[in-house]
């Protein structure tokens, strides 16, 4: 580490992506904790649960079946929080500013097994899970009235997850939501300015530093941001700068598929629990512009701090300020690569 | 409720404050709950607890010893994230970006009483606390190294408060966090073109509409805003545009007590339990700069949704998309208002 000033002394980094800071207290790792507890269900699940309605043959709560899956199964969600056919309207009544959202929101198991995360399933499987990812990006992506497509997981009660199911969701809209807008504006003034992709050069200098990166294969880097916010946060990014999930060879799926299996593995035993996280995928928008300067990248947040029942809490400051961190990113890269 | 649209369809609002937006889905607010749930303490404190590190005449962790306060009590945080006398350094190393941060932390108790809380509080005890919060904004703002002082309150477990003493915590540093920095440039720029105040306008606004409106006294008013993120969020905000919590009379601040007092009640008796929360003040930074396009206000961000177990996760979609909400601002004052 060249300057041990970030490893001991509170400062401010900055996240190119999105423009903004986050605070890092790296001399506060050390206070007591006295806080709430997350409760963890030591709870084994068996590979079938008649009373999940995401197994397979199992009736879901609005009366359709579930077919008898066997890798990936994808459904329109039940209760989407986006409607493909509402009407069009606006509101611009002085300071009361509304406009309509449509879109569609879609439910991807991973796996039929119930009892299993992506951290327990084969690279083959997880690279099923990625062709899923691919083809909903492409079809949805395709409809007229869809300019961005969301990917994500939340992972663990703690992360709001209501079916322990191992299960993804993928909401896609009719305009950008705030955090892709920022990386959106971001990347493209640097591509403009540079004519080359802001995550790359960001890649290059990390792989050259390499205190941040966790793993890496040919296409694939798994690092802790220099600006990350979540004790844990990681990042999965392609080294060659692609604009989606759909430039991917095959021999780079399997790749992208062996890095979350990686990534996954190292946080479950980190404490020894099956890890919750947010995770999500960044991608270029759907909306039929040339988006060179986007390069996709698939990012992890988990709260957990200390132990499978401490996590960091993003509260008053970090509501009303900045997000805030104490254990520095690379003190947590060091960590997690300790444990390949 | 003229655009009854807004209740029926998926929307976004538009966040005049910060320029962002937030997703509304009314229709989703039926959907059923099978994910985590919060415990509850109903464990009745104590009114002076011998192992609380906050009441009076207690030692703290680093050893010192409380004094035996009998009304607010303010000290500096003993695991503070900003340090006063740390070293000035900038990290400038191509895209990696950094600066150190100074400032000071604070935590300030709300009364002696260990059992009580903001809501159980008699409004001519709210309003020393206010007192104190405008004593703190002074002192460390006149400090030539501290530009912006973020006051603020998490309460309850759920909002990783780690001790259940009524208590909250300033954090004053040299540079503007996130948040503060985006208020900063939506009202600089309002103020410029029309010369009024940003949020000034919008009070106005509200009060004519009514339907957002849960209290008002001469002096202020109890909102949902029209862009509320979290289920309950309320907005406190002085009718006169004023900078900062200085400008106060004596009667405008027992005002601000009362308001304090009446959402934290209704807050309470919403889900018949005490109610977690972060609460902040935004104001005018202490840059010395002439900050007349700042009208201070206070924010809640209170978690529970549908219960006094069941919280809003703000999760996959929230941090990578942008913040959604099921129930409407205008359904939520309706509940509020209710209990008046
Ligand atoms: O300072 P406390 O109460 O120990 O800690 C709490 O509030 C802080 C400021 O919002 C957060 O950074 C912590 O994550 C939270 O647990
Ligand atoms: O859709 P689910 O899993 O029921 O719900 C979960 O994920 C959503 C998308 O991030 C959030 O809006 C919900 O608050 C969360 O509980």
Same mark, same amino acid.
């Given at each position: 580490m060249e300057n041990t000033n970030l490893q001991d002394y509170s400062h401010k980094r900055f996240n190119?992506?999105?423009? =903004?800071?986050v605070l890092v207290s790296p001399h506060r790792a050390k206070r007591p904790w006295q806080g709430q507890n997350e409760e963890i269900s030591a709870e084994k699940r068996?590979?079938?649960?008649?009373?999940?309605? @995401?197994?397979?043959?199992?009736?879901?709560?609005?009366?359709? @079946?579930?077919?008898d899956y066997k890798d990936v199964f994808v459904f329109t969600n039940d209760f989407a929080a986006l409607q493909k056919d509402s009407p069009?309207?606006?509101?611009?009544?002085?300071?009361?500013?509304?406009?309509?959202?449509?879109?569609?929101?879609?439910?991807?198991?991973?796996?039929?097994?119930?009892?299993?995360?992506?951290?327990?399933?084969?690279? =083959?499987?997880?690279?099923?899970?990625?062709?899923?990812?691919?083809k909903e990006y /492409?079809?949805?992506?395709?409809?007229?009235?869809?300019?961005?497509v969301q990917i994500f997981e939340n992972k663990g009660a703690a992360m709001g997850c209501s079916n322990p199911h191992p299960h993804g969701q993928i909401w896609s809209q009719s305009s950008m939501p705030n955090e892709v807008y920022k990386k959106e504006h971001q990347q493209k003034e640097y591509f403009a300015k540079n004519k080359s992709s802001l995550l790359g050069d960001y890649l290059q200098q990390e792989l050259a530093a390499k205190e941040r990166i966790i793993f890496q294969n040919d296409d694939f880097v798994v690092l802790i941001p220099f600006w990350a916010i979540w004790p844990f946060e990681a990042m999965i990014a392609p080294k060659k700068a692609q604009k989606s999930i759909?430039?991917?060879?095959?021999?780079?799926?399997?790749?992208?598929?062996?890095?979350?299996?990686?990534?996954?593995? @190292?946080?479950?035993?980190?404490f020894n629990t099956s890890f919750p996280y947010s995770s999500g995928i960044h991608q270029a928008p759907t909306n039929g512009e040339e988006n060179d300067h986007w390069h996709w990248h698939m990012s992890?947040?988990?709260? @957990?701090? /200390?132990?499978?029942?401490?996590?960091?809490?993003?509260?008053?400051? =970090?509501?009303?300020?900045?997000p805030?961190?104490?254990i520095t990113a690379e003190v947590a890269a060091n960590r997690l690569r300790e444990l390949l």
């Open positions: 190119i992506l999105t423009g =903004e800071w068996p590979a079938y649960d008649e009373t999940c309605y @995401l197994c397979a043959t199992n009736t879901r709560i609005n009366g359709e @079946l579930n077919p069009s309207f606006s509101v611009n009544d002085g300071l009361f500013k509304a406009q309509s959202e449509t879109g569609i929101c879609k439910v991807i198991c991973f796996s039929p097994d119930h009892s299993k995360s992506l951290a327990q399933m084969e690279v =083959e499987d997880i690279k099923k899970v990625v062709s899923a990812w691919q /492409r079809e949805l992506g395709a409809n007229e009235s869809i300019n961005y759909l430039e991917l060879s095959d021999a780079e799926a399997k790749n992208y598929a062996e890095a979350i299996s990686v990534i996954t593995q @190292l946080y479950d035993k980190l992890f947040y988990p709260p @957990l701090l /200390r132990s499978a029942t401490v996590k960091k809490f993003m509260v008053g400051y =970090e509501m009303f300020g900045s805030q961190r104490d």
